[in-house]
């Protein structure tokens, strides 16, 4: 036994070496050759159009101001003019959590809009005689209770903006708005502003960009209306002012929100909001 063990192991050491040898006789490498590159990864998309957003603002002279992800109901809604038992409320369902009382109870933020509030307190607590101006754009993550669709996710990104000051007109929103348009779709995109209603504004309006597929035609994309609706705003509300410190017989204002997701899938041609969160590489690579 201890014979034949022993040639076993001869014989495969012969076998093993005899294998190497031709490796090395009959395989070669060509050191001149370049290595193959590491794959590096990228940003995603909903990150790209964000940097886009933020760094057009930035031009215009809007700061980033980041503010939390939980909340308390006064701040996402009470302060927001939404009191209890508000209609509007419907539409935003909401994520609530343990904590808080019954009348204040802590939730996920249902959009970026309370750091408004948030916002104008800071700036006001500086000189609350005399507030200064804010001109701020909050960009985060915002949830919503909803059933998942082609259109809608239980959490999607949206950048919030505020500017408030003295004798700040409608025609400042529009003017900053459609220029925004112009920066970040063409320099010849067509703008409109529709009459709207949200519960922090008076008066509001969606704003929409010409269908950039059919060129105004009308096409399935734009439902055959020639017009893509990209964002709402309007002047903030006095009650929403005055929330923040800042008095509404002096000073007036105007708001905006757009999601990220909605503009990355009209510029790209996306049908479906949930291929950003597959983290498909299919997907992502493309980008």
Known sequence: KQALEAALEQKQAVIQQAGITQALEG??????LPGRKRAVGRLHPVTQTMREIQRIFAEMGFQVYRSRDVETDEYNFQLLNFPPNHPAREMQDSFYMKG????????LRTHTSPGQIHAMREYSSKDPENPPTVRII????????????ARSEIQFTQVEGLAVGEHITFGDLKGTLSDFARRFFSPDVRTRFRASHF?????????DVECFVCHGEGC????????????GSGMVHPNVLRNGGYDPERYSGFAFGMGP???TMLRYRIEDIRYFWRNDMRFLEQF
């Open 100 to 107: 808080g009382s019954e009348d204040n109870p802590t939730l």
């Open 199 to 207: 519960p922090f504004t008076e008066p509001s309006a969606e704003m």
């Open 220 to 231: 399935p994309v734009c439902k055959r209306t020639g017009w893509l609706e990209i964002l």
């Open 138 to 149: 909050l960009p985060g993550m915002c949830y919503r209770f909803e059933q998942i669709t």
């Open 261 to 263: 997701e909605r503009l």
């Open 27 to 32: 395989e070669w490498v060509d050191v001149t």
